[in-house]
């Protein structure tokens, strides 16, 4: 069965400091890796994307991995902002050609000052 | 525009009346879905228009109608809805649909409560 794991739950950092985000997934053969962030009461918002050949992918102060081998996925949040207080969530497209993702639970982050 | 609109933000409704929810988008993409999401729960996929046919629908209520009258619009519409049915509904939009760089692209969504 295809599925999406994220680790940790919840995690609430220090302004300023980094942060590490887990993903675990079992989806194979797939397309792409995705990692959004959304708001409370908001619409996901794409950070990045990586096919299965990509290693990392970067968005300003977000940056994401990829090992296809152990099928792992991180997101690694640098110098933290109160904005950041957000859930991540981990999407992955089955390469089936088809239209449906799987999408991770989330990992809701708080960010203190 | 590099966005995906959604209106209403909000919605009360009760469980008699008839409503609809829009989505645009003008980026030229050709595949529109349609999301349920419940508080602390990732999105739960209902339909997919792919070239504005009807592509896939979850086994979703027929109180939820989808309409997709040309390329740029999506419409929800909804009857008859229980109150388990308030959730947060979300648009999205993709170039494609299934392609190594596809990307979906959310609306803000639209907060849904049934009395």
């Known amino acids: 069965k295809n599925q999406v794991e994220q680790s940790p739950q919840s995690l609430i950092i220090l302004e300023g400091k980094n942060c590490t985000l887990q993903c675990n997934y079992t989806v194979s053969p797939f397309s792409n890796l995705r990692w959004y962030k959304q708001d409370t009461g908001r619409g996901p918002v794409s950070l990045t994307i990586?096919?299965?050949?990509?290693n990392t992918k970067s968005n300003g102060r977000y940056t994401a991995t990829l090992d296809a081998d152990t099928k792992q996925s991180s997101l690694h949040i640098t110098a933290s902002q109160l904005s950041d207080s957000a859930s991540y969530i981990c999407v992955v497209s089955p390469n089936t050609g088809g239209f449906k993702t799987i999408f991770g639970a989330g990992t809701r982050l708080f960010v203190k000052a | 525009d590099t966005e995906v609109t959604q209106t209403p933000k909000h919605l009360v409704m009760g469980m008699t009346n008839k409503k609809s929810l829009k989505c645009e988008q003008h980026m030229g993409h050709r595949a529109m879905y349609w999301y349920k999401q419940k508080a602390k729960k990732p999105p739960e996929l209902m339909f997919v228009y792919s070239y504005e046919k009807l592509s896939i629908n979850e086994s979703v209520p027929s109180r939820f109608s989808p309409e997709c009258p040309n390329s740029s619009l999506l419409n929800l519409h909804l009857h008859a809805l229980q109150p388990e049915d308030s959730a947060l509904y979300l648009c999205a939009s993709s170039p494609a649909g299934g392609g190594a760089r596809d990307t979906q692209y959310f609306g803000p969504g639209t907060r849904l409560t049934v009395l």
């Open positions: 990586m096919t299965f050949s990509e």
